[in-house]
């Protein structure tokens, strides 16, 4: 009897651990997700950043979110919700909120993938300055015919 006790109150310290480990984990990449979105951008929009920015997109972006950025790539009309037309995104979010959506993807859409993993804090200003230098459509546009 007592050691069953024993056990039931060492499993339940251990889950307690594993749930606390747990949340300073999830607290963590939320406090770098906030930093990075109110960060300023480290690389102006240069010539080099933007084509830097231009062969990662089309490595790791074009697929689902097209070429011309609309949100029409082939591999993203297969997905439950369609990928964001990132043409009208950046209409409306700044520079710094875009990069931590790509570091750390979208919260409650796993199938926008983690890129902090993948690439580097810098690659993923690269990545911001090319969407960016297409510049914004309001209305959202198909590139597709
Ligand atoms: C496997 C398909 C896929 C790939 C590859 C992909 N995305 Fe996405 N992306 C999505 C989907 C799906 C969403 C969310 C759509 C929604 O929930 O409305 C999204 C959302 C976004 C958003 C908006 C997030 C928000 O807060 O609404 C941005 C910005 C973005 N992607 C940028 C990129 C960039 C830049 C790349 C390449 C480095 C990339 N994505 C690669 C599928 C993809």
């Known amino acids: ?22 949340t300073a984990g999830l607290g963590c990449v939320a406090m770098k997700k906030m930093s990075l979105r109110s960060a300023m951008n480290p690389h102006a929009e240069s010539a080099e950043s933007v084509s830097e ?39 409306e979010r700044a ?19 983690v890129f902090v993993k993948t690439l580097s804090i810098n690659q993923i200003w690269h990545v911001t300055n090319f969407v960016f230098s297409l510049g914004p459509v309001s209305k959202p546009t198909s590139s597709l015919p």
């Open 1 to 22: 009897m007592m050691t069953r006790t024993r056990n039931l109150s060492q499993t339940a310290c251990f889950l307690i651990l594993v749930a606390l480990v747990a």
């Open 53 to 91: 920015g231009a062969t990662i997109y089309a490595r790791e972006c074009a697929s689902c979110h097209g070429a011309g950025g609309f949100g029409d790539g082939l591999a993203g009309k297969k997905l439950t919700i369609p990928p964001t037309n990132l043409r009208a995104f950046i209409a």
């Open 95 to 113: 520079e710094g909120y875009f990069a931590s959506q790509v570091a750390y993807g979208k919260t409650g859409n796993p199938e926008m993938p």
